[in-house]
């Protein structure tokens, strides 16, 4: 196998990469990690600049800038900057529901799983699980819940549907998008809120090549992270009709979230958001040929995750697992501790940082 020309570098999408001098790949997390003297560096040359304009209890300045930004990349009317996503996606459903009290999530989903039943108790929501251990539900599991819904001694129908695209607690699986699609529509025909949680939409779309736009133009709302991968301390967008979210900011602040100042966050951001798109497929692609390298090399055993996006497992041959990742944090590949045999590894923008055949030599150099 000639490796080499197998492995020839996206040149012009790795020339692509942030400003960063450091070379070392976090093959953890979905950006880039920054300590706090890093993050107060960044900072500190935004603000040198003069463009930084602060905001006053999250409205104005860079915090709309940023607003107005993901707006236009989410292709919706309007946009507003929350604390975190936990709040966004609340409070799009909330909105979304209605008087009508039922949402349909994913059994798997961030709602349901990891917020402390904030929509039941705090906005007296009726979260429907659907689809357990699985990343997408169908239409048929919505028409049945619809219908169950509909059909009990006290007609309670449903107000909003939620989905999580790609899926956390599936390893970064994909909802099917042609699913999608079906339920976008069967929402719209029957009046129902859809909302989008899309944490980690701009990964997925770097992995299906399928535009941004071409997601949320089925949603009425769309959550993205501000920090998972754009890289700010903490932040999160909600974007949808500006009818509907005109108001929010006196909801955001009733719930807490109407922090004083957010320019630190929001700056950072909108520094990583400029160019993401262009730089994480140069990412994508500098991995895609590290992963088929290791998976040509018998030392390495490797596994996709199937309809997934920047996660993948990969293990070492005749190499203790614990002793391996200590010699490739010595390349310059920092992993998290392995489970067994195996290293749960993510792609980010770190990876944009070297040419593919730099990094295939750092896994083989870790051999010893």
């Not at 012009?12 to 890093?38: C, M, N, S, V």
Request: glycine content about 8%; overall charge neutral; aromatic content about 10%.
């Amino acid at each position: 196998m000639q490796r080499r020309s197998f492995l020839a570098a996206p040149l012009a999408a790795w020339q692509l990469k942030a400003a960063e001098p450091e070379k070392r790949i976090y093959a953890f997390g979905d950006g880039i990690l920054h300590t706090p003297a890093e993050y107060s560096q960044l900072l500190a040359t935004l603000t040198a600049k003069g463009e930084v304009t602060p905001d006053n209890y999250s409205l104005g300045g860079v915090v709309e800038q940023v607003e107005t930004r993901m707006a236009a990349l989410l292709g919706k009317e309007a946009a507003v900057w929350l604390s975190t996503g936990t709040l966004a996606n609340h409070l799009a459903v909330r909105l979304l529901a209605g008087s009508r009290r039922r949402v349909l999530v994913q059994a798997e989903s961030h709602l349901m799983n990891d917020c402390g039943d904030c929509a039941e108790v705090l906005s007296g929501l009726h979260l429907v699980p659907l689809a357990p251990g699985k990343a997408t539900f169908t239409l048929a599991d919505v028409e049945r819940a619809a219908y169950e819904a509909s059909t009990g001694r006290v007609n309670t129908p449903i107000g909003a549907i939620q989905i999580e695209s790609p899926v956390r607690r599936k390893q970064g699986e994909r909802f099917d998008f042609e699913e999608m699609k079906k339920i976008a529509q069967w929402a719209r025909a029957h009046s129902v809120g859809l909302h989008l949680d899309g944490a980690r939409l701009f990964l997925e779309s770097g992995y299906t090549r399928r535009p941004v736009k071409e997601y949320t133009a089925l949603f009425d709302t769309v959550y993205v992270s501000m920090y998972k991968y754009f890289n700010a301390a903490s932040g999160a967008i909600l974007a949808g009709p500006k009818a509907l979210l005109a108001d929010l900011f006196q909801t955001r602040r009733m719930f807490g979230g109407g922090l004083p100042e957010v320019w630190p966050f929001a700056a950072v951001a909108l520094h990583y958001v400029n160019g993401f798109e262009q730089r994480f497929r140069g990412s994508v692609e500098t991995a895609e040929r590290v992963i088929a390298a290791l998976r040509a090399d018998s030392n390495f055993g490797v596994e996709a995750i199937p309809n997934g996006t920047n996660i993948f497992r990969m293990r070492v041959f005749n190499v203790n697992a614990p002793v391996y990742k200590l010699r490739l944090e010595d390349t310059g590949i920092s992993v998290h501790d392995p489970v067994g045999d195996w290293f749960a590894m993510q792609v980010n923008e770190t990876w944009n940082r070297l040419p593919p055949t730099e990094i295939y030599s750092r896994f083989r150099q870790a051999l010893g």
